[in-house]
């Protein structure tokens, strides 16, 4: 069973950092794209970034403002975890934010909440 379950969401003020980490279980984690994504009321489930299993990026434009140069994914294959460090966060960067992989089918973690706030 394929479970993927993020931590790390909270309140921050603008300026202020955050690492997201989303742990795997169920797949090989090692051969796998995972993503993270983005969503906000009202608005669709945008790409935020996505490391390829050989630890190639890409960043997306989420909601027309690139998180390229503040945000940096990363993986841990020994610890069949994805990570998303956020720095100078911004109040648009609140949203949920999704931990993603293709394994066979589509699997979403259950979302961790990223509120930036003064």
């Known amino acids: 069973q394929v479970q993927l379950v993020e931590s790390g969401g909270g309140v921050v003020q603008p300026g202020g950092s955050l690492r997201l980490s989303c742990a795997a279980s169920?797949?090989?984690?090692?051969?796998?794209?995972m993503a993270w994504y983005r969503q906000t009321p009202g608005k669709e489930r945008e790409l935020v970034a996505r490391?390829?299993?050989?630890?190639?990026?890409?960043?997306?434009?989420s909601y027309g403002d690139s998180v390229k140069g503040r945000f940096t994914i990363s993986r841990d294959n020994s610890e069949n975890t994805v990570y998303l460090q956020m720095n100078n966060l911004k109040p648009e960067d609140t949203a949920t934010y999704y931990c993603?992989?293709?394994?066979?089918?589509?699997?979403w973690g259950q979302g961790t909440q990223v509120t930036v706030s003064s």
């Open positions: 993603h992989t293709f394994y066979g089918a589509i699997y």
């Open positions: 169920g797949i090989t984690f090692g051969r796998v794209t």
């Open positions: 490391i390829t299993s050989t630890g190639n990026t890409y960043y997306g434009d």
